[in-house]
């Protein structure tokens, strides 16, 4: 009786097993095939890695990693991942934590004692610059952009673009995605080493977890294989090259390159807690504030199933890392071409897959309808397609978008966009903030300032209004 018990519990677990497995496979040929009609649909580039339980069940590559030569793209092309470097920078820190030489409430001055800035020596702690919340703003403003990009190339490069702003807020106060914070955590990482950032990171993670072709970017050196970075800039939609808009060097805040495979063995070497203790990662992917970011990593949950991880984009640049949590998938999507050319498309899919229809893939392609609905019907017929949605848009999607159009220089369509948005999510003091630099830029200053206005109301703390309300007033 006992040995017919025994054989009924073999047969029944390697039922559920073969049921699992079965149900896997499924799941990875409808993204296999979905991801074939896709590449060709929205002319998706890059590449694509599907893991179960530490095995690979998927690794796929699309596109071209250099257009001019057709050259195409393997499943080991090295692609630019833009601001996933954050986590690489927030496992740092965590470590030098574990070693006893900071802890998450010491604020900048105890670590950087010469910081100019007596608000943020004196206030900001490390927590607030890992969860962005300190307030500070971003390297990427009128400096940058006017900088000879081959003179950026040093953590302190990068701060000196930023070092003199006044904060958004109070530290503390509120969310705000912050380049420049990572800029500093950067600075004390180097302060409390007396390494440079990119080689205490080549040492304590790269070279621990195996990440043979990761590096930080370097635009003016030769990588061996590494994909070559397009935009659409102008009407035509010829597709140009973006090397000269990034600085010289990757930084804290993000532009390492990295492959598939390589963060892959990042998502295992943190699972097996090869570069922090289990205690310290589940600090990292624990929702302290409820902004859905924790230390250096977003936290997303698709019908019940957290994931963590983290995206990147920037220009010629799109990627981001999902490790499920509950389903023991490890997810990697890297594109050498924007975000809204065939990327986020393909992330959004694989999402749906395999944790269902969500609020974000539901936003996403409302988003992306509405876009469509503007640019072949007009800014009337998408205003009336606004009003069924109930606010149900991605701001990230529709602001990527209006970018897109503005760095372009054709504002109307650019502002348009814009419009729609804070229609849509009129409580965004950000949103009201972006479509007032954009005015501003387009050369009407009267709709700046009532912008501007807009999003002091929302925000009263907004210092970047407050500033060129006092210069255009």
Request: some cysteine; charged content about 25%.
């Amino acid at each position: 009786m006992k040995k017919t018990l025994l054989y009924i519990s073999i047969i029944l677990l390697c039922s559920c097993r073969t049921g699992s497995e079965n149900q896997t496979a499924k799941k990875i040929k409808d993204i296999e095939d979905k991801l074939e009609t896709m590449s060709k649909q929205v002319g998706y580039s890059g590449t694509v890695l599907i893991a179960e339980s530490e095995e690979i069940v998927l690794e796929k590559a699309y596109g071209f990693a250099n257009l001019a030569h057709q050259v195409p793209n393997k499943i080991n092309t090295k692609f630019g991942i833009a601001s996933m470097g954050k986590m690489f920078t927030a496992v740092a820190i965590m470590q030098l934590m574990e070693q006893k030489k900071l802890n998450l409430q010491t604020r900048v001055g105890e670590l950087l004692p010469d910081y100019p800035n007596a608000t943020v020596k004196d206030s900001v702690t490390v927590e607030q610059l890992l969860v962005h919340t300190s307030g500070l703003t971003d390297f990427f403003n009128e400096k940058f952009e006017y900088r000879a990009k081959h003179t950026v190339r040093t953590i302190d490069d990068y701060f000196n673009l930023f070092k003199e702003d006044d904060l958004l807020f109070s530290p503390g106060s509120q969310f705000s995605y912050s380049n420049g914070g990572y800029i500093v955590l950067g600075m004390i990482i180097e302060n409390l080493t007396g390494e440079t950032y990119y080689d205490y990171v080549q040492k304590n993670i790269f070279d621990k977890a195996g990440m043979k072709n990761t590096g930080n970017y370097e635009t003016d050196k030769s990588i061996e294989n590494l994909a070559e970075g397009y935009i659409k800039k102008d009407v035509d939609g010829i597709w140009t090259t973006s090397t000269y808009m990034k600085g010289a060097r990757g930084s804290s805040a993000g532009g390492a390159y990295s492959t598939a495979g390589d963060l892959l063995k990042f998502a295992l070497a943190l699972k097996n807690h090869k570069l922090l203790t289990e205690e310290s990662l589940n600090l990292m992917i624990s929702d302290h504030n409820k902004h859905g970011y924790g230390y250096g990593f977003s936290l997303n949950e698709f019908n019940g199933i957290e994931v963590y991880g983290h995206n990147g984009g920037a220009h010629g640049v799109s990627g981001e890392l999902d490790i499920y949590r509950d389903m023991d998938y490890i997810v990697v999507t890297l594109s050498n071409k924007g975000a809204l050319d065939g990327w986020v498309d393909v992330r959004s899919m694989i999402r749906e897959v395999l944790a269902g229809s969500t609020e974000e893939t539901n936003r996403y392609l409302g988003s992306k309808e509405l876009i469509d609905i503007y640019e072949s019907e007009g800014f009337d017929a998408a205003m009336a397609k606004l009003k069924s949605m109930e606010g149900n848009i991605s701001d990230k999607y529709l602001m990527d978008a209006a970018n897109k159009y503005r760095e372009a220089k054709d504002y109307q369509k650019a502002i348009d966009l814009l419009e729609i948005l804070v229609t849509g999510i009129p409580d965004s003091w950000y949103c009201f903030s972006i479509l007032a630099d954009t005015y501003l830029e387009a050369g009407n200053k009267t709709k700046a300032i009532e912008n501007y206005h807009k999003s002091l109301e929302l925000d009263s703390n907004n210092q970047w209004a407050i500033e060129k309300l006092e210069t255009l007033e």
